[in-house]
């Protein structure tokens, strides 16, 4: 098991609650003697008490097993930290805002690092009207294709999932977005940085 299940780290998130051996012991209904195991690293929870073990030390189970300092305490309200998450086995598309310790299907997710939209991966951007018409030249097949566009503001985040059957397009309200994003099933995600000026009526951005 790895350093969140046992040892010092327990020690670090019980002091962090200003909790005592004595009250940790208390709310598993184990003796102090069992905490300071743990925390001595002569022993280990046993699997029926990580779930309580995570409640009582407020974090959750998935960050209690993996093992990854990570606090799903996403308090900023600034999209643009935003990170995606997709699921390899169903598609799922999840964004969080920060850090933070994401699983689908029994997957542990890596968030997505963004690369610069260039090549087949170019983001092309037009304003018609009160919105960016964004699309991209790309394949929409079922093994090659881009699954979901994303334009994100400091205050906002419109995403559109995508379908091989469908075309590399969407379209998105104005309000402020800086960052349009577009991920490829093959090649992950990429981002363009959009440049605030309002073109002509159908002009590109």
Same mark, same amino acid.
């Given at each position: 098991?790895?350093?969140?299940? /046992?040892?010092?780290?327990?020690?670090?998130?019980? =002091?962090?609650?200003?909790?005592?051996?004595? =009250?940790? #012991?208390?709310?598993?209904?184990?003796?102090?003697? /069992?905490? &300071?195991?743990?925390?001595?690293?002569?022993g280990y929870p046993d699997i029926s008490l990580l779930e309580p073990? *995570?409640?009582?030390?407020?974090?959750? @189970?998935?960050? @209690?097993?993996?093992?990854? *300092?990570?606090?799903?305490?996403?308090?900023? $309200?600034?999209?643009?930290? &935003?990170?995606?998450?997709?699921?390899?086995?169903? !598609?799922?598309?999840?964004? /969080?805002?920060?850090? *933070?310790?994401? &699983?689908?299907?029994?997957?542990?997710?890596?968030?997505? +690092?963004?690369? *610069? #939209?260039?090549?087949? %991966?170019e983001i092309k951007v037009e304003v018609v009207e009160d919105e960016?018409?964004?699309?991209?030249?790309?394949?929409?097949?079922? /093994?090659?294709?881009?699954?979901?566009?994303? #334009?994100?503001? !400091?205050?906002?985040?419109?995403?559109?999932? @995508?379908?091989? +059957?469908?075309?590399? +397009? $969407?379209?998105?309200? @104005? !309000?402020?977005?800086?960052?349009?994003?577009?991920?490829?099933? %093959? %090649? !992950?995600?990429?981002?363009?940085?959009?440049?605030?000026?309002?073109?002509?009526?159908?002009?590109?951005?």
């Amino acid at each position: 098991m790895n350093s969140y299940v /046992t040892g010092a780290v327990i020690r670090n998130l019980r =002091e962090g609650k200003k909790l005592t051996q004595e =009250e940790l #012991a208390e709310k598993l209904y184990v003796s102090s003697k /069992t905490v &300071s195991k743990w925390e001595t690293g002569k022993g280990y929870p046993d699997i029926s008490l990580l779930e309580p073990l *995570a409640r009582a030390l407020d974090i959750s @189970l998935i960050e @209690l097993v993996s093992g990854d *300092a990570i606090r799903n305490g996403n308090r900023s $309200a600034n999209m643009l930290k &935003s990170k995606f998450y997709v699921c390899p086995v169903c !598609g799922n598309v999840i964004r /969080t805002i920060g850090e *933070a310790v994401v &699983s689908c299907c029994g997957i542990m997710l890596p968030p997505l +690092e963004p690369e *610069a #939209a260039e090549g087949e %991966h170019e983001i092309k951007v037009e304003v018609v009207e009160d919105e960016y018409y964004v699309y991209l030249l790309h394949p929409m097949t079922r /093994t090659h294709h881009i699954s979901f566009l994303a #334009a994100v503001s !400091g205050q906002d985040m419109q995403l559109r999932k @995508l379908y091989p +059957e469908g075309g590399a +397009e $969407a379209r998105f309200k @104005l !309000g402020g977005v800086k960052d349009l994003y577009a991920c490829c099933n %093959h %090649h !992950g995600l990429f981002r363009l940085r959009v440049q605030h000026r309002r073109p002509s009526r159908g002009g590109n951005v």
